[in-house]
């Protein structure tokens, strides 16, 4: 019960993320900006917290991929907090959540077929519907209201968030190691905002904060805690449920509609992948019976 309660508040945070963005992008600031501010409020809160744990940081990792580890997580939590932000000022927030997890899910789908794992035909059956329900979803036409751009910038925040994931599955120290990702994510950004970042509402302010330190900093951290207690199947499923979250929420806060179009691309990207985790099925005969 303990771990399910937690995978779901880690979920609800994630769909957090969603709406606290959009609702920021939309009151006028900056999307890059509202990254760096979100970037340096998750980095404060994990910094203080992992300080006030172990009396440390891990901002070198030991080993010989260590440098390896730190570039890709960074470079994966830049691109995800990047395009996250840009993406927003122009997708609702539950079309955003729908296409940032149904991304996520194919790049991670292609990190298994990369690194040699096997892959049975169900799989690539329920990947193929998936994407053909988002490809749907995202194709133009005479009442076309998906921006494309928008969702190419989103695309590209769920290969980063793919990215970041996989070098996070084998985290010995989430807390630690999610406090020294955003805090080298922070200083790269502010790299980037220095030459690109606009103007910052009341509003975008305070929504940043509370993305960063609430939904990410503290569900980032939460999620690769539970991550190494969970089948990466499960893990893959429970973050399905983000984009429902997300466009329910969007619907009843931020006054979004609700389409046909969403609901069934939503419906059919989340039924493609949960028959492509089932488990496969033990072969009659492989026990000796």
């Known amino acids: ?66 440098w390896q580890y730190l570039l890709l997580s960074v470079l994966g939590l830049v691109v995800y907090l990047g395009g996250f932000s840009m993406a927003y000022l122009t997708l609702d927030a539950g079309v955003g959540a729908l296409i940032l997890f149904a991304t996520v899910q194919a ?23 998936a994407l ?53 994510a922070s200083l790269a950004l502010l790299l980037v905002w220095l030459p690109l970042g606009g103007a910052v509402t009341a509003q975008g302010l305070l929504w940043g904060v509370v993305s960063g330190a609430l939904a990410s900093g503290l569900g980032y951290a939460l ?21 429902v979250i997300a466009i329910l929420g969007g619907a009843l806060l931020l006054g979004e509609a609700l389409s046909l179009q969403v609901g069934l691309a939503c419906l059919g990207v989340i039924g493609g992948i949960a028959l492509g985790l089932r488990p496969a099925q033990p072969k009659r005969g492989s026990n000796g019976s």
Request: charged share 10%.
């Open 107 to 129: 790049g991670l789908f292609g990190a298994a077929v990369a690194t040699g794992q096997p892959i049975g035909w169900m799989r690539w059956l329920g990947m193929g519907i």
């Open 223 to 243: 999620w690769f805690h539970v991550l190494p207690q969970i089948q990466t199947t499960t893990a893959a499923l429970v973050q399905l449920t983000v984009p």
């Open 1 to 66: 019960m303990r771990l399910f309660l937690l995978t779901a508040l880690t979920m609800l945070a994630f769909a957090a993320n969603s709406l606290l963005t959009r609702a920021g992008v939309a009151s006028g600031t900056d999307p890059v900006s509202f990254a760096v501010i979100r970037v340096l409020a998750g980095a404060g809160v994990l910094a203080v917290l992992a300080l006030a744990t172990r009396g440390s940081l891990p901002l070198r990792r030991k080993g010989g991929r260590a």
């Open 132 to 184: 053909t329900a988002l490809a749907w979803l995202l194709w133009p036409g005479p009442d076309a209201r998906i921006d494309l751009f928008g969702a190419g910038l989103m695309v590209c925040a769920g290969l980063g968030w793919a990215l970041y994931t996989w070098q996070g599955r084998g985290s010995a120290w989430a807390l630690g190691d999610t406090a020294a990702n955003f805090l080298w």
